[in-house]
């Protein structure tokens, strides 16, 4: 029944490593969402997706690599991890059809690199 | 650029005290505003979201008033209970840009 789910919740990796976070929405949206969460709580967009398409994309390393296979899924690739990528990335989506409309998010994946 | 200015927590009261918590924001559209409440350990979850001017948002007890003249969105309660302990996070979405900006957030605790 979970309308965002991401998997995994824990991601515990050394620097250098290449991981992947997928993230998966059963609620027929649209638009899916990528956020980072930094260790004082602050979220920041990273990628947005529409239908497929990207539609945004803030100023992120580009060692971070957004993947939308269909428009239920969307996946976070991440290469040669460093210190500084710990954080919490939650994915999030909306209907395309107003702007105005919330989006849903899921739980998050905690990426602790050592 | 769009931005939005939370007051800095932690905010610790006491059970059935009156919350209230300071969000206000800068929009180069119209935008529509929200407040999410994050518990430990989970996602986000919509409180409650105002689409235009003078709209009042209100879920669970809490309320907010969209104030275009003031800029604000302020988050209130009247009284507040232990398991309202949380961060909750100011956000708008404004036209032509589908994707929220948010403050920093502001912990609240609780006590009994």
């Known amino acids: 029944d979970t309308a965002v789910s991401q998997t995994p919740k824990y991601l515990v990796t050394q620097m250098g490593n290449d991981k992947s976070i997928k993230c998966e929405q059963n609620?027929?949206?649209?638009?899916m969402y990528w956020y980072k969460q930094d260790s004082k709580k602050f979220l920041k967009i990273m990628f947005s997706y529409n239908n497929k398409e990207l539609i945004i994309n803030e100023t992120v390393p580009n060692r971070f690599s957004p993947k939308s296979p269909d428009k239920a899924h969307l996946n976070l690739h991440i290469n040669s991890l460093e210190l500084g990528d710990s954080a919490v990335y939650f994915c999030?989506?909306?209907?395309?059809?107003?702007?105005?409309?919330?989006?849903?998010f899921g739980n998050g994946t905690r990426l602790t690199v050592t | 650029g769009d931005s939005v200015t939370q007051m800095e927590g932690p905010v610790t009261l006491s059970e059935e005290a009156f919350l209230t918590i300071n969000c206000t924001y800068t929009a180069t559209g119209y935008p529509s505003l929200f407040w999410y409440v994050q518990y430990p350990g989970e996602g986000l979850q919509l409180l409650l979201k105002?689409?235009?001017?003078?709209d009042k948002g209100s879920n669970k007890g809490f309320e907010a008033t969209y104030r275009k003249e003031t800029t604000s969105f302020h988050l209130e309660k009247g009284s507040v209970q232990v398991s309202d302990s949380a961060v909750y996070f100011c956000a708008l979405m404004d036209t032509g840009r589908r994707a929220l900006t948010f403050g920093s957030g502001t912990r609240l605790q609780v006590q009994p």
């Open positions: 105002a689409t235009k001017a003078d």
């Open positions: 999030a989506s909306s209907p395309a059809s107003s702007y105005n409309s919330p989006l849903h």
């Open positions: 609620l027929g949206h649209d638009t």
